[in-house]
């Protein structure tokens, strides 16, 4: 009997061991699902964009200050500047005709004013456009030879002249317009009757005149001592591609790879040089540790991620990001001038062991979803540090993503391309836009000058800045 008791107890004994067991994994998964139900842009490198309506609402944002809506008291207003007058196309002098005061209304004479007051109106003119016909005649020679005219140099062999074919790369590019919202714009405002394939055909030409800059742009960013690199989807005619974008701060390049992987983004670099600043993302393996930047902000998500767990993980997330806010306060003084360099790094000499020991401690933890990251993060430990040793490396990849979020948004718009042709001119107008409005210099100025080199066999202008150093 005692027996019998025995191996019942024993049974039982295995049974509640294994059933703990079973509670303690079902428990594990019920937070992973938890954590992935919650995840948004805020708590993980997922953009904005996918958040859902109740996750943007409750998105913390700036505290409420009490104050009403617009411009505050003792703001600096902002006036539009007057025209000299060398830019005035015609004037208009406009005298009272009698005195306003009450029970006088005395007829004035018109008597100039030394100071008037000025208001100018700027209108915009019916635009036509301008034509020009190149006839070719056809003359007989004594011998008989019938001998046409040709056309001059500089001069298209299509209907559009340089500044509209420049015009026509601009709206796609640049202010993300369909083909055929485009065609609409030409013919509605600008009285041009384009069909859609003249359109396509005017694109590749603006391509290939920005080639060899867009080139040059290529190689320059991949010389600078410090660049930002970033990627996002792309899709040509339904098949994933990958957009990838390398920036400076003068000249930012853009290239489209058949995938995301390391080997294509490696064919953007015309050499390994400098300090990349980036994600953890396992393509950048060819550059050494050494010489890059993880971006924080990506951290920071991480250990938000954290930081909404319950238990040990819970607390590591909070004491990773209470620790960021030490790091992100004393870098923005250094930013501001308030803080020197030589102080910042001392305190960050007392900070970084305080925060690898945190992600030690969250390696040994064993929760799935927060071990494996924090020993991911450690892995890149030479790299979390860099902006701390090194003059104008950002702690963030800010930089790119802000690069990038003008293709994501053509993406939306025209979800990608149908070929490779359209991947280059995609990737070269948004090389060219993106790196004039950073130097300040005119787009479509540029763009002309570019077309019409092209059609004269000359080199197009260079997109460098004119003091480029490495």
């Known amino acids: 009997m005692q027996d019998e ?9 295995e ?5 703990r067991s079973i509670v303690a994994e079902l428990r594990t998964q019920v937070e992973e699902l938890k954590a992935k139900l919650t995840q948004n842009s805020s708590n993980s490198s997922k953009p904005p964009s996918a958040d859902a309506p109740a996750d943007r609402e409750a998105r913390p944002g700036r505290p409420l200050t009490g104050r009403p809506r617009g411009a505050q008291r003792g703001h600096k207003g902002w006036k539009r500047t007057l025209l000299p007058p060398d830019k005035v196309n015609r004037t208009r002098d406009i005298y009272p005709e009698r005195c306003r005061r009450r029970g006088c209304g005395k007829r004035l004479p018109h008597q100039p004013d030394a100071s008037p007051i000025r208001h100018q109106v700027v209108e915009v003119p019916p635009i036509t456009p301008d034509v020009t016909e190149y006839r070719l005649h056809r003359v007989a020679c004594d011998c008989g030879k019938v001998t046409c005219g040709i056309l001059p140099a500089g001069v298209p062999r299509g209907m559009c002249g340089p500044r509209l074919t420049a015009l026509i790369g601009l709206l796609s590019g640049n202010y993300k317009l369909s083909r055929r919202d485009a065609a609409s714009f030409l013919s509605d405002v600008l009285g041009v009757k384009i069909s859609l394939g003249a359109l396509s055909e005017s694109e590749d030409d603006v391509s290939e005149a920005i080639a060899v800059p867009v080139e040059e742009a290529r190689v320059h960013v991949s010389e600078q001592g410090v660049k930002n690199a970033d990627a996002t989807g792309w899709r040509q005619a339904g098949q994933g591609r990958t957009l990838w974008t390398i920036v400076t701060p003068l000249v930012v390049f853009f290239g489209i790879a058949a995938d995301g992987s390391r080997a294509g983004l490696r064919g953007l670099f015309a050499t390994v040089r400098g300090i990349l600043i980036t994600d953890r993302g396992t393509q950048f393996g060819f550059w050494a540790m050494k010489a890059r930047q993880i971006c924080w902000a990506h951290l920071i998500r991480r250990w938000v991620g954290f930081a909404e767990r319950t238990g040990p993980a819970g607390q590591l997330g909070t004491d990773l ?11 923005h003084m250094v930013r501001d001038g308030t803080l020197s360099r030589r102080k910042f790094r001392a305190i960050m000499d007392k900070v970084r ?7 030690e401690q969250g390696m040994a933890l064993g929760v799935r979803g927060v071990s494996g990251c924090c020993k991911d993060i450690l892995a890149h430990r030479l790299a979390l540090w860099t902006f701390v040793d090194y003059d104008g490396v950002e702690p963030t990849n800010n930089t790119a ?12 718009m025209c979800f990608g391309s149908q070929s490779e042709r359209g991947n280059r001119f995609a990737a070269r107008i948004m090389t060219v836009t993106q790196t ?9 100025a540029y763009l002309t000058e570019a077309v019409h080199a092209k059609l004269l066999g000359r080199q197009a202008p260079s997109l460098l800045p004119a003091m480029a150093t490495p």
Request: hydrophobic fraction near 55%; glycine fraction near 0%; aromatic fraction near 12%.
């Open 5 to 13: 008791r025995d191996r019942r107890i024993a049974e039982l004994t």
């Open 15 to 19: 049974e509640v061991a294994v059933l």
């Open 321 to 331: 990001l209470f620790w960021s806010q030490t790091i992100f306060h004393a870098w």
């Open 353 to 359: 062991p305080v925060v690898e020991a945190l992600l």
């Open 401 to 412: 993503e802000r690069a990038l979020r003008a293709f994501v948004c053509w993406r939306k």
């Open 436 to 444: 004039l409005r950073r130097q300040r210099r005119h787009v479509l």
